[in-house]
């Protein structure tokens, strides 16, 4: 009997074995990472910690407050020495005559000049953290509307998927008459088009969904998204309120505070500008050795800029400029704001009333003639035509449905950003899906 060498043939058949259930494993990871539930409250948690946007303020900060460290520190003292009477003619030939001076000196400043260029800086710092508060609201902005883009494409395909069921049923009805002889052919090669169209654009909108995933994921920093599905309902518009209360809400807005830390940063320079009306000493003191003489003295010395108030009138003017500019500003953001804030608010109030119209009157009427004339058609009372543009008008209302409300939760999100209130965040986001 011919014996069988298995020899390196059982490690081979191991290391398959392994790799097989390596490749489950990780599979079924990957599966349930893939198959999780986002909400809109993880999204944003997110992206504030993990964006790569949000990380320059830190360094800008740390910048600062080296600069502070900078603006702290006093005048320099600098040693000095100054040799003369050498190397000249007569009696001042050689270094018999030779006088050297070694002095110590440095600025004396004068008007509060260190603590002026101490608060500049310090109103720096307050102003790039309400940088980082703006860029904040903007990044939150854009993580909702790219959400609610989620939620949109959600309902898309459920529209999408429902035209595929009622493309079929219709089929199949053509398909009915066509065999009785009562519908031509062409009839049911019409429908079985339809549902094939039908189909081609669930694929094109699940591609677009995919693609939106991805914009929200990269936005805290992954380049494949770890969730599957998100929350929440496209028919949940959030709080109303009046255009009065949301308008009072302005004031939460960074980019207000912003222009008030930029008027007290232009103060700190206006006041760091007056400093310089009054001008610093410059001092000295030293020793001074004689050589003819074999004798050493001390020697002091002091000096100050003439007409310095004169000569800081320039900087004056030019900071109480800047910050003048600032307040007008000011004003003009406030007029735009209050214009977009009630556009965004009328606008979406005509889209949660259109909305509501579809939802709770049209749409159900719609789907009542549908039904009354697919009846109709069976009996042979209406053509195909008449079939397929109830049909049709029953999709194209749910389509508009989608689209005022996917409106108004944008809208909703834009009004968010202007107030810096949260209007979607805390209600039942997880709300109920309506047909």
Partial sequence: ????????????????????????????????????????????????????????????????????????????????????????????????????????????????????????????????????????????????????????????????????????????????????????????????????????????????????????ANLWGQMQPDFNQVSGSLFDYGSSRSFESLFELVKNNPSLEFFAAETRLKESEIRLAKTQQQADIDWSVGLRRSADMDESALVAGFSMPLFAEKRAESAVKSA?????????????????IHSQLYQAYTAREQAINAATTLQQSIIPQLTDALTQTKTAYQRGLYSYLDFLTARQELLNAKRALIETSADALLLTAEIEQLTAEPLLIGQNFEGRNHE
Avoid: W
């Avoid at 065999?179 to 019409?190: C, F, G, N, S, V």
């Avoid at 081609?200 to 591609?207: D, T």
């Avoid at 109480?320 to 406030?334: P, S, V």
């Fill in 1 to 216: 009997m011919k014996r069988i060498d298995t020899y390196g043939k059982t490690p081979l058949l191991r290391v398959c074995l392994y790799c097989a259930f390596s490749l489950f494993i990780v599979s079924f990871q990957a599966h349930a990472a893939t198959n999780t539930t986002l909400t809109l409250a993880e999204a944003i948690k997110k992206t504030l910690n993990q964006n790569p946007s949000l990380n320059v303020f830190p360094l800008r900060e740390q910048g600062l407050q080296a600069e502070r460290e900078t603006a702290q520190l006093s005048p320099a003292y600098r040693v000095g020495a100054e040799l003369e009477n050498v190397a000249g003619t007569g009696q001042l030939s050689g270094t018999q005559s030779a006088e050297l001076t070694v002095s110590l000196s440095s600025v004396l400043e004068l008007g509060g000049k260190k603590q002026a260029r101490v608060s500049v800086v310090d109103q720096k710092l307050a102003l790039s953290r309400i940088k980082q508060q703006i860029a904040s609201l903007d990044l939150l902005s854009t993580v909702t509307k790219n959400y609610i883009q989620l939620l949109i494409d959600k309902q898309r395909i459920q529209l999408a998927e429902e035209e595929v069921s009622l493309a079929q049923a219709t089929a199949d009805e053509v398909n009915k008459r066509v065999r009785t002889a009562i519908a031509p052919k062409a009839d049911y090669a019409r429908a079985v088009a339809a549902v094939e169209q039908a189909r081609l654009n669930v694929r094109r909108v699940e591609q677009r969904m995919h693609a939106h995933k991805m914009a929200l």
């Fill in 320 to 336: 109480l400029a800047a910050r003048n500019e600032i307040t007008y500003h000011q004003q003009d953001f406030l007029l735009r």
